[in-house]
């Protein structure tokens, strides 16, 4: 069986002679308490149209188009780049575990707005184009786009 080969990224603290280490562990073990979930936030219908422009829907032949997944996707070299240079803060205490959360999540979102706002393929349905007014894709895109948001949560789901 072949191995899986994994990717690590290394985020540096600096710690030397002046170095406060069971604060620097605290703000770091905040930090790594929580975590940033970027989607979307509303009604039943609204997530069932999310979810079926996500993943498709074989049933209604109408093909994935991914937003958030994309938006995930393509948010994860600046939020690389943002933790890499913000970290040293967070340990030695001059940036709150949370601003940095928030920032992370402002990223994902901004990414995930721009990703959904260019939705253009693949092509709409025969079936859908019959029922479809206008030229966007998303039936109730203003809907959707306005419930996109991002939320911080403790890592054990709680908020």
């Known amino acids: 069986m072949a191995r899986r080969r994994q ?9 030397d002679e002046n170095s406060n280490i069971p604060e620097i562990t605290r703000a770091l ?17 609204l997530a069932m149209i999310a979810g079926v422009h996500e993943y498709g829907s074989a049933k209604m032949k109408i093909p994935a188009r991914s937003f958030i997944g994309v938006g995930k996707k393509r948010s994860t070299a600046p939020i690389k780049k943002l933790v890499k240079a913000k970290i040293q803060g967070v340990a030695d205490g ?6 940095l959360l928030r920032e992370i999540g402002e990223i994902g979102l901004e990414r995930t707005l721009k990703r959904f ?43």
């Open 29 to 45: 073990e905040r930090l790594a308490a929580k975590e940033t979930h970027v989607g979307m936030q509303g009604d039943a219908e």
């Open 94 to 99: 001059s940036v709150p575990p949370e601003d």
């Open 117 to 159: 706002d260019s939705i253009r393929q693949p092509p709409l349905s025969p079936a859908y184009k019959a029922v479809k007014t206008g030229r966007k894709i998303l039936l109730r895109d203003k809907d959707l786009r306005d419930s996109l948001t991002f939320k911080i949560v403790q890592k054990d789901g709680g908020t």
């Open 7 to 15: 990717r690590s990224t290394r985020a540096n603290v600096t710690i």
